[in-house]
Structures are given as C-alpha cells and as structure tokens.
Nanobody
Framework: DVQLVESGGGSVQAGGSLRLSCAAS????????MGWFRQAPGKEREGVAS???????AYAYFVKGRFTISRDKTKTTLYLQMNSLEPEDTAMYYC?????????????????WGQGTQVTVS
C-alpha cells in the first residue's frame, strides 16, 4: 500500500501561484502512475493532471498550460505547480497513486488517496 500526504494549499488572489506537494511512503516501487485531482463544493471530483513512471504527463483541458505536474528523482514526492490561478480553481486538491494503470486524468486505476489540501482563490 502507498500512503500520501498533501501540503502547500492556501489562499491566494487571482493571478497568483501555489505549489502543492505530495509526500509518498510505503510500497512506492509499485507505483505506476500518480496524479492530482480536485473537488469543489457541490461538484464531482475531477482529474487535474497525471504522470506515469516513464515521465509521460496528461492534463485536464481547463489547465490550459497553467499547471505543471512533476516528481522528484526518488519519486517519493509529487508536485503540482499552479500559476495564473482563477477563482474557478478553488477546491480541495487530492494526490493519488495507481499501481495498475493511468488513463489520462481519469480516476480509474487510482487506489491510494491522500486527505487533500485546500486551495482558495479570490
């Protein structure tokens, strides 16, 4: 199993930036894909970005080149650099890991989830 802990959320004005981090522990070697998801009040959880073990990335259409997903060399920390933030980006952001497969930013295959970090853009 993989344990995930997010950090880096907060409140920022529109146009600002935040960098989310996700620390992974446990059976990390089995992780095939990691991703960021978000859920706003009253809305369903949606995929934001994913990165496979070979470095291939995928982004949701609404990212529009504003966000960048990355992992450190040890693959124990996942990042999401968010620039040009908009009020519509306000949500709880979750880190997730898949030990099986990735399908773009679909949540299918992701079996391990963090508790989330709140991002508020005003």
């Amino acid at each position: 199993d993989v344990q995930l802990v997010e950090s880096g959320g907060g409140s920022v004005q529109a146009g600002g930036s935040l960098r989310l981090s996700c620390a992974a522990s446990g059976y990390i070697a089995s992780t095939y894909c990691m991703g960021w998801f978000r859920q706003a009040p009253g809305k369903e959880r949606e995929g934001v970005a994913s990165i496979e073990s070979n470095g291939r990335t995928a982004y949701a259409y609404f990212v529009k080149g504003r966000f960048t997903i990355s992992r450190d060399k040890t693959k124990t920390t996942l990042y999401l650099q968010m620039n040009s933030l908009e009020p519509e980006d306000t949500a709880m952001y979750y880190c997730a890991a898949s030990q099986t497969f990735c399908s773009g930013v679909s949540p299918r295959g992701f079996g391990s989830w963090g508790q989330g970090t709140q991002v508020t853009v005003s």
